[in-house]
């Protein structure tokens, strides 16, 4: 798994082969030669700002592929403001190589190069595989496309940091007993004492 750093011709055949085994399949069912167009957008995707791509191979073989860039149009159709937001734009790994964990290491590859998110992504209602992907990796269906049912728009909110640091050892070093069934609550304080509560 690599992240790319240039979009080279050989590269772009080896993407619109992935994507002619992919999408010609259920519940895409895009003609083969419409599905092997994902290199084209990928390509004219890389001019884009924060444009990320990271590469699956087999040997020299691409058997799988992600990319994504900052700030699309998703954000909008799903009535959401647009930010400093980044769109998985396509995710495909071929059908020999599917269960082997290549999508969510391609996924997880995208996201962290992204430079934060939230994230989103666009895809088809009955992806199951996709849908199972991105459900255990935190994303959201947000809303169906405005002009397409069969697809529908997920987001990735980006982390809320705890409401305050855990300090474990200064809860582990208070000499005063509990009463059974309390529970003993420790916070940073701005003075860096630590409050207790009983």
Known sequence: MTLADSVAVPLLSAVADVGGEVFTRPPWREPYAQARTVAARLLADSARPGFVLAVARQGHEVVGFAYGYRCSALAATAARPCGADFTLKELGV???????????ALHDQVLAASGGGPWWLI?????????GLYHRRGWQAVSRHPTDTTRIIMRKAVPSPPPWPLLTSSCRNLREPLAAGNRLLCRAEPSGTVARTL
């Open 123 to 131: 895809t088809h209602v009955n992806a199951t595989a996709a849908l």
């Open 94 to 104: 071929l059908p020999d190589f599917r269960g082997l964990s290549i999508g969510v």
